[in-house]
């Protein structure tokens, strides 16, 4: 199965975009969403979580109060809003499912399916 992401782009510092990733899961409703990113040279960091229940979240420290993690379960589909942009925002962003339970929520290895990503630059 593969997720589909979209919505980067290039952006000023302090700018918004909307990231959006549409999950063609036959019970979308019951994974674990997130998102996570990567730059040139490093592994692959977790950005941000949703529970199947759509109420339990988790970012990463240094989004906390600017990113947004959503989901409709309607469209399958999965967003990221994400405010006041920062240039160490810039990376190629993944959406990811996975089980329901997750232990580690942050860990890409537990995530099963995944998009191809979106890159999103933001200028100084």
């Known amino acids: 199965v593969q997720l589909q992401a979209s919505g980067g782009g290039l952006v000023q510092a302090g700018g918004f975009l909307r990231l959006s990733c549409a999950a063609p899961?036959?019970?979308?409703?019951?994974?674990?969403m997130g998102w996570f990113r990567q730059t040139p040279g490093k592994e692959r960091e977790f950005v941000a979580s949703i529970g199947k229940n759509g109420v339990d979240t988790e970012y990463q420290d240094s989004v906390k109060g600017r990113f947004t993690i959503s989901r409709d379960i309607a469209k399958n589909t999965l967003y990221l809003e994400m405010n006041s942009l920062k240039p160490e925002d810039t990376a190629v962003y993944y959406c990811?499912?996975?089980?329901?339970?997750?232990?580690?929520?942050?860990?890409?290895?537990?995530?099963?399916?995944w998009g191809q990503g979106t890159l999103v630059t933001v200028s100084s």
């Open positions: 990811a499912a996975g089980p329901e339970i997750l232990s580690q929520i942050a860990a890409a290895t537990g995530y099963h399916y």
């Open positions: 899961l036959r019970t979308f409703g019951s994974y674990t």
